[in-house]
């Protein structure tokens, strides 16, 4: 049972998703992307539920060293590489994979494993900047890098990677300026695996010819693309809801018209209404920009948010609940209540409001 506020996992959705990266997959491999303790949802359990992807992305050697210790033995990939020269003598030990972005990266591996080889050569990840300005080589810098690594023995396998910036922007032009100015890198070394798209890429068919795909928010079952185009929406692609955000209704106001709820008079009832009390506010990670009129299901039929968010409670109109009481549980997104409906509404994206649960909130795995 529920206290205040519960995030419940579902890990056979988890299996499910992945399956569905699969089948848009085809025989690209796929690196399952649990970076961020797994986009809010718990690193290890979603490791476990995951075990039959090809690999792992993780943030950073901490993730990365989380995972070993939990006795994973699955290829687990450092996105964001090397942070401080020190990481090296850890990802060696690790045997991790790591992307390598800057020329400064391949200048400390030389300083540390030219003499110090690790005890197995370690997989490389060059990525490159193709648009997304972010992380990654110029292109001419890829080419040099690549040939520089060629000769290190500690270095088994080099894979090329890019990222998209407007992966879920299906009509824009960036998309395949990106994808050309990649491939004609790629072109010009042949034996190296390529690897383009995150969950919107391959949802939306780019970088088909690539080996390896990198998909992170369509596993939690969230679609990458904007809610507001229906046919792209996560049950389109056959996704299902991973997380379930679960509080209580811990009382109930019978208000009058005109009555004030909650901070700043942000809603005033326009009629006579109950309004329920629910036990979750912005310090659980409900986001505090949430609008009057966001979403939520009380008792699996839906209705609203009434008034600002507090730290640790919000209100809803029970008008559509007239059965509704306190100790009755509320559902701020799930299986029922899209969380991309709701990141719609907040205008904060669902990768956000995962990422932003907090530690209180009582995390369950089934
Ligand atoms: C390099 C890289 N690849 C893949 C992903 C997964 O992206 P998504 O969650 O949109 O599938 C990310 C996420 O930020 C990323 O940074």
Redesign the pocket.
Known sequence: MIHRARASIKLSALHHNLNIARQYAGPRKV?A?I?ANA?GHGLLPVAEALNEADAF?VTDINEAETLTQADCKKPIVI?QGIIEQSDITRIAAGGYQL?VHRMQDLQWLEEALDKNPPAAPLTIWL?MNSGMGR?GLKPAAVKSAYAGLQHKDWCSEVIL?T?LAN??LTDSELNQQQIDSFSSVAKELPDAPASIA???G?LAGFGKDSDWV??????YGSS?FPYSDEKLRREHFGLQAVMSLEARLIAIQDCQAGDNVGYCSQFICPQDMRIGIVSIGYADGYPSNAPNGTPVMINGKRSVTCGRVSMDMIAVDLGPVPEAGTGDIVTLWGEQLSVDEVAEHTGILS?NLSCSIAARVERVYG
């Open positions: 690196l992307v970076k986009y992305g996105l992307v990525k992380l990677m990222h992966g879920n995150a969950s919107s391959l990198r998909p992170g928010i369509m596993l990458p990768y």
